[in-house]
């Protein structure tokens, strides 16, 4: 069983709709979950940070943790082409050097 | 620019060719990571540094030896690769994680390297 699965999609979606992706774990020694936006060419972009469960919102986007079902999810509202990227999830122990990643997501948001 | 410059963008080697990946970060980070990249697997750790130090050797091959002059730059030496070596290579920084806390990295723009 790999520590972070995702789904790899591609998830299509048309302009304005609410997307959902998540990732679920296996480690429940995570206490760092993050999610990042990697553009075509680029380097991954850090967009949320969430410490423990809960949740956590930053404009069109909301992080949820669910530590008891091992499960993350980034929630992106009133979607943009700009949004068009991949996006992976990431998670960490804490005191360590090792985040480990998700494959990540592929999402087209249609003009 | 994030950050965290990568040099060269691309590179195409051959198997029995030597070459260095450059980063540099200004962020006054204290950590900094090698990362590979391949189509549609995670990331796979490769090499951590903190304050200049090796944290993490991720059973990396011998043909790819990382150096760390200082906190800012770090290298990627490659020589004797094989094709499936070909991936994208990113380089990371962070503040130091010791500490208990993960606030995330900043990532350069990657190496694409293809070797031949």
């Known amino acids: 069983q790999k520590e972070v699965e995702q789904d790899p999609g591609p998830l299509s979606v048309p302009e304005g709709a609410i997307v959902s992706l998540n990732c679920t774990y296996s480690n429940s020694a995570f206490q760092y979950f993050m999610w990042y936006r990697q553009y075509s060419r680029k380097g991954p972009e850090l967009l949320m940070y969430?410490?423990?469960?809960g949740n956590k919102e930053d404009g069109r986007f909301t992080a949820q943790v669910d530590k008891s079902s091992k499960y993350i999810s980034l929630f992106i509202r009133d979607s943009q082409p700009s949004d068009s990227a991949t996006y992976l999830c990431a998670m960490s122990v804490a005191g360590g050097f090792k985040t480990i990643f998700g494959a990540g997501t592929r999402l087209f948001v249609k003009a | 620019e994030t950050g965290v410059t990568q040099t060269p963008r691309h590179l195409v080697m051959g198997m029995t060719n030597k070459k260095s990946l450059k980063c540099e970060q200004h962020l006054g980070h204290n950590a900094m990571y090698w990362y590979k990249q391949s189509a549609k697997k995670p990331l796979e750790l490769m090499f951590v540094y903190n304050f200049k130090e090796q944290t993490e050797n991720n059973s990396v091959p011998s043909r790819f030896s990382p150096e760390c002059p200082n906190s800012s730059h770090l290298f990627l030496h490659l020589h004797t690769l094989q094709p499936e070596d070909s991936a994208l290579y990113l380089c990371a920084s962070s503040q130091d994680q010791r500490q208990g806390r993960n606030y995330g990295y900043t990532f350069g723009s990657g190496t694409r390297l293809t070797v031949v």
């Open positions: 969430t410490y423990s469960s």
